[in-house]
């Protein structure tokens, strides 16, 4: 499986910026996918989270009202609309496919596969 996240760049502070992932190699089928943002030094951090059929949606809580993941099954896309963005949104972001039984949609380890990330800057 390869996921390809692309739509990162360079945004002012309160733009707008849509991530997309695109998996080739097999579909999402029912697994969980999710986006994740890491910058330098730190840890991997959990942004947001969408279940196979798409019913449920999960936000980090400095992202809720700011961020939408989507997904669209039939294309094996997924999305994250990111709105009002602040300069601590700038990160690398990943795209994920999660394990077919998640015991959690927020922690890194129960992904399998990622995607190369695409970088997103946020200038004040």
């Known amino acids: 499986v390869q996921l390809q996240a692309y739509g990162g760049g360079l945004v002012q502070a309160g733009g707008s910026l849509r991530l997309s992932c695109a998996a080739s190699?097999?579909?999402?089928?029912?697994?969980?996918t999710g986006w994740f943002r890491q910058t330098p030094g730190k840890e991997r951090e959990f942004v947001a989270a969408?279940?196979?059929?798409?019913?449920?949606?999960y936000y980090t809580d400095s992202v809720k009202g700011r961020f939408t993941i989507s997904r669209n099954n039939a294309k094996n896309t997924m999305y994250l609309q990111m709105n009002s963005l602040k300069p601590e949104d700038t990160a690398v972001y990943y795209c994920a496919l999660g394990k077919y039984y998640l015991s959690s949609y927020t922690e890194p380890r129960e992904y399998d596969y990622w995607g190369q990330g695409t970088q997103v800057t946020v200038s004040s």
């Open positions: 969408i279940s196979w059929n798409e019913i449920s949606t």
């Open positions: 190699g097999r579909t999402f089928g029912r697994t969980a």
